[in-house]
């Protein structure tokens, strides 16, 4: 009956997974318990509390949805936009998991603290990097404007000051793309490192219980 209740908490704690997905846990968990005498007290002791176990399953299925999406390669009428911002959320939604999973052991704050810090380097580069190329965007702009403005009186002045404003608005082909890569680079570390500290958090650190 102890085990009839653990798992089916457990079951109410796998959100997000399919029906056939959560059989799948609940069938290989159930097997392992039954095979190993586990029941009561033991059987929180070798599987941490339901919503303990379902944090650890959830951060190992989002790992390996994560792992099989990256090497699909984008359907036919997939644009590279659509592609991209469905890369972005897949990967913002396992840092969310891994998130949720490493709150519910203390062991685990150092490195969640870590991950947060990393997300916050992460945005204050993409700012910075967005607010450096917008200012000189505006600088070219406005040095276009003032040769407009003055190419009546001094033609030669108008001439530099518009060729500076042209080239500071030029490089914006090159600069964004650039940025970009920057960001991506960075944020790809960083969902590495969620990766590492996700798979050891969805491991049992003591028996290296792992579901199928």
């Known amino acids: 009956m102890e085990n009839n209740i653990y798992f089916t908490q457990?079951?109410?704690?796998?959100?997000?997974?399919?029906?056939e997905e959560r059989e799948d846990v609940l069938n290989f968990y159930r097997e392992y318990a039954s095979d190993a005498g586990l029941t009561g007290e033991t059987l929180i002791r070798e599987f941490?509390?339901?919503k303990q176990l379902a944090r650890r399953v959830l951060v190992d299925y989002s790992i390996r949805y994560d792992d099989?999406?990256?090497q699909d390669a984008p359907e036919e009428n997939e644009t590279p936009v659509h592609h991209f911002r469905e890369r972005i959320?897949?990967?913002f939604n396992l840092l969310w998991v891994v998130l949720v999973g490493l709150v519910t052991s203390v062991v685990w704050i150092p490195a969640m603290i870590?991950?947060?810090l990393g997300l916050f380097i992460v945005i204050v580069i993409a700012v910075f990097l967005i607010m450096l190329l917008l200012v000189f965007l505006a600088t070219?702009?406005?040095q276009v404007v003032g040769a407009v403005a003055i190419i009546g009186t001094s033609w030669q002045t108008a001439l530099y000051q518009g060729g500076i404003g042209l080239i500071l608005i030029g490089l914006q082909f090159i600069a964004w793309p650039i940025g970009f890569a920057i960001v991506?680079?960075?944020?790809?570390g960083l969902m590495n490192f969620v990766k590492y500290i996700g798979r050891k958090f969805s491991r049992k650190q003591e028996g290296?219980?792992?579901h199928a």
């Open 10 to 19: 457990l079951k109410g704690h796998l959100v997000g997974l399919t029906d």
């Open 68 to 70: 099989v999406a990256d």
């Open 140 to 142: 070219g702009l406005f």
């Open 114 to 116: 870590l991950i947060l």
């Open 89 to 91: 959320g897949r990967q």
């Open 48 to 50: 941490g509390t339901p």
């Open 184 to 188: 991506r680079v960075i944020f790809g």
């Open 208 to 210: 290296g219980t792992k």
